[in-house]
């Protein structure tokens, strides 16, 4: 019956345009919303809307591509809408999705009258049609829906079997050779809001991955699961689907509500999926009112007035693919998406972020470290024993790069600086800030900013004196009474000549060639008023030099800075680079605090 039936005649109704070439590259459009490594896209029905481009760079068609649609009378193909949406896909440089070959639903009406063999046969000639006339489509939903709509054919295709979805493996085995080019997907909805029906997923997904047949995940996150589910149960699921090691793919993205209820669903849900690491792209499900599947759904008025939730959408992609410097304050308040915190107004001026218990965190995109940062200062506050600044890199379980202890600080609005030492950071990075601490609120946070500073304990925050040493006679010790910033200073006592005072050695931290700008904070303890320099000890094969990079008067009274920049220019091999501070009598007393060599 199959061998007679793949050599009759089909009719075949062609778009009035040939095919584009099927291996042009894929490249996202420019003038999209998203710019980064994600797609964002969304669906075409019949024409193409002449703002797509404006906004997307990746379609689906939503219709053109299910076989119901394809070949509605047995033996008569028609191609023309999918054509068309697959040759502008080609023509502006974006990914296009087959959706989809195996379903339940919108199936043609005769499929159910054949016998098993012939529904086998019809099916394999559907699956190898599509490949033949698309086979460098960059995803295919090869099964859709089998938890929910499996096909009513599936016993042809080998029903439940031994695995249990022996039908849902033969289909990817023919997907897998009609589309050899194609990431090859599964697609299916009440994932996203149900950590039981991930599990359930799961099964089918690692069948198929123990086979090598899958390339990645399609949940499809339409309202009716969206509008209500928890941020929680969301990074619950996407952490449960992301352990198979597969990329997941939103497929059907959807939120309903008026223009506040939407916005602010858009505000806290989106980023939850665009910045998990787990999803490599996301597929609305229409924009334009009244060409939506469901009301309220659409972002974009029939006469082309955005919707609030669209508005912000553009401001916030932008802002996910635009770098912030780490070593420049950023504001609390400005994260791109949080758990578990809000905001309030700080006695400072602008807000601050606020109610903070433990496992709440904040995400901050794109945060660019250059070639590295030494260490995390954040603006704090507590009226409570505070907690821990726990600092991760590209998700909440990513890497810890450093702990920032807070103790309190006696008010919810009485401010410090907190310093700690990071390592192991460089380039561009999703910041994690996640808390912890014990029960009730810990703490409030102002602002934070990396330093990218060669000191090592620069604002002694370690409660000791790593990383310091005396250059010539006298002592050091970590002091309370008075301090810069944070609890700490380093205290100089026991001097006995002006060249004497504290030094740190910074030689395997510089390169020759370098302008370094040099700063520390300096105030007297035993004397009201002193000269102070800050000096830099170079030892190369031309010898011992010193440069003072600055001078300043210190006072009992106030901290005064000192800053200048220094230029590093090494003759034959560098053994010694330091910095110190000198120039007081001897016998005056002195602390330092914040020195910073960037």
Known sequence: MYASKIKKFITVVLCSTMLLSMTLPTRHAKAAMANGSKFVGNIIAGSVPSNFATYWNQVTPENATKWESVEGSRGSMNWSNTDLIYNYSRTNGIPFKFHTLVWGSQEPSWIGSLSAADQKAEVTEWIQAAGQRYPNAEFVDVVNEPLHAPASYRNALGGNGTTGWDWVIWSFEQAKQAFPNSKLLINDYGIISDANAANNYVQIINILKSKGLIDGIGIQ???????????????????????TGLPIYVSELDMTGDDTTQLNRYKEKFPVLYESQYVKGITLWGYIEGQTWASNTHLISSSGVERPALTWLKQYLASASTPRSAFTQIEAESYNTQSGIQTESSSEGGQDVAFIENGDYVVYNNIDFGSGAASFQARVASATNGGSIEVRLDSITGTLVGTCAVA??????????????????SGIHNVYLKFTGGSGYLFNINWFQFINNLITNPGLETGNTTGWAVNGAGSLAVSTTQKHSGAYSLLSTGRTATWNGPIQNITSKVQSGNTYTCSGWVRLDNAASDSIIMTIKKVDSSGTSYTNVATGTGSNSSWAQLSGNYTLNVTGTLTELGIYFEGLNSGTNFYIDDVSVQ
């Open 221 to 243: 996150c339409h309202y009716f699961n969206m509008d209500t589910v928890s941020v929680s149960t969301m990074n619950q699921v996407l952490g449960i689907l992301g352990a």
């Open 408 to 425: 309190g600080t006696g008010g919810w609005q009485t401010w410090t600086n907190k310093t700690c030492n990071i390592s192991g950071v």
